[in-house]
């Protein structure tokens, strides 16, 4: 199994997904899944694990009140999701409810989406990309998440300061040389970004789209042996 590489099929149908899953999902760290799930609900978590998928990754997004959030990361617990993904920006006491709904299941804070550029998110925020990405790592640290998502842009930032020590750092926007860039806009090789501190690598329409998956995951890995 390859620790670094997670596996992102929200584009896909659901035998689609399914499919892919009996062919990769013993490979990878996780499988990524989120439209699968609102069309068939938890079923779709046992066949993924009949699969052969060693963790799901329930792509929620999760962004509400406290007790909002801790009931949905319940729900997703009870349904055996191993791990969820919530949004910083809901604070340190959301992100604490999630880990509260879901003691057993690993919770990933997203900072700054990578289909955001620099010039957006200062319109946003207020503040530079990299300062926003900062301050939202700081209160998932200090939530007790396990890890936190940003760009192969933020990712050196992060990793490098002994502040965040302990948290994962997942990075998607990632992309072989030659593969399209769709919507991201702060993207990366896979092998800049795992250098940069990346501890697992969101993979998605380069695997997904490929005429033949397998052997586009076997050459994704040889990139970055």
């Known amino acids: 199994m390859n620790e670094k590489i997670v ?22 760290y996780a499988l990524k899944i989120h439209e699968a799930y609102d069309a068939i609900g938890p079923g779709v978590v046992v066949q993924l694990k009949q699969a052969g998928v060693h963790r799901v990754w329930m792509d929620a997004k999760l962004h509400d ?10 729900a997703y617990a009870e349904a055996d999701i191993d791990i969820i993904s919530v949004h910083a920006s809901g604070g340190i006491e959301m992100m604490k ?75 998607p926007g990632v992309r072989s040389a030659g593969i399209a860039l769709n919507d991201q806009k702060r993207t990366a090789l896979p092998k800049e970004a795992l ?5 697992h690598l969101v993979i998605g329409r380069q695997v997904t789209t490929a005429h033949d998956p397998l052997h586009a995951l076997d050459a994704l890995e040889e990139e970055i042996v």
């Open 7 to 28: 596996l992102a099929t929200d584009d896909l149908s659901i035998d689609a997904t399914i499919e892919l899953a009996e062919k990769i999902g013993p490979r990878i």
């Open 65 to 74: 009140i406290p007790n909002t959030v801790r009931l949905r990361a319940r």
């Open 97 to 171: 409810a999630a880990r509260e709904g879901a003691p057993n299941a690993e919770i990933y804070a997203i900072t700054v989406l990578t289909s955001l550029s620099p010039e957006e998110a200062q319109a946003i925020y207020g503040r530079t990309l990299e300062e926003e990405v900062y301050a939202l790592a700081r209160l998932a640290k200090d939530a007790g998440v396990h890890g936190v998502v940003c760009s192969p842009q933020e990712v050196a930032m992060l990793a490098k300061d002994p502040a965040l020590a302990g948290l994962k750092f997942v990075v």
């Open 195 to 199: 250098a940069a501190g990346a501890t």
